[in-house]
Nanobody, 108 residues
Framework: QVQLVESGGGSVQAGGSLRLSCRASGLTARLGCMGWFRQAPGKAREVVARIYTGGGSDSINGRFAISQDVAANTIYLEMAMLSPEDTAIYYC?????WGQGTQVTVSS
């Protein structure tokens, strides 16, 4: 059974950085896209960044960079110049599966 396990969230001041990790345990061979989503209080969940096994990727802005270790079934999200508007629960997703989420809180 595949499970997505996120780590790396926390609290940071505006202008700071954080790195999130998501490992897909129980996965023998990854196919397709993995990505990061976020949901802020009172808002809909939105895509943050996606990455494909071939290495192609996209993100919602230039402050967020997604990368991967395909052999380890792990993706990362490097977030820089964080602002309070980035405060949300960040979720890892793969083929309809979701991680438990990790809280990111940015204070001004």
């Amino acid at each position: 059974q595949v499970q997505l396990v996120e780590s790396g969230g926390g609290s940071v001041q505006a202008g700071g950085s954080l790195r999130l990790s998501c490992r897909a345990s129980g996965l023998t061979a990854r196919l397709g896209c993995m990505g990061w989503f976020r949901q802020a209080p009172g808002k809909a969940r939105e895509v943050v960044a996606r990455i494909y096994t071939g290495g192609g990727s996209d993100s919602i802005n230039g402050r967020f960079a997604i990368s991967q270790d395909v052999a380890a079934n792990t993706i990362y999200l490097e977030m820089a110049m964080l602002s309070p508007e980035d405060t949300a629960i960040y979720y890892c997703a793969y083929e309809g599966l979701w991680g438990q989420g990790t809280q990111v809180t940015v204070s001004s």
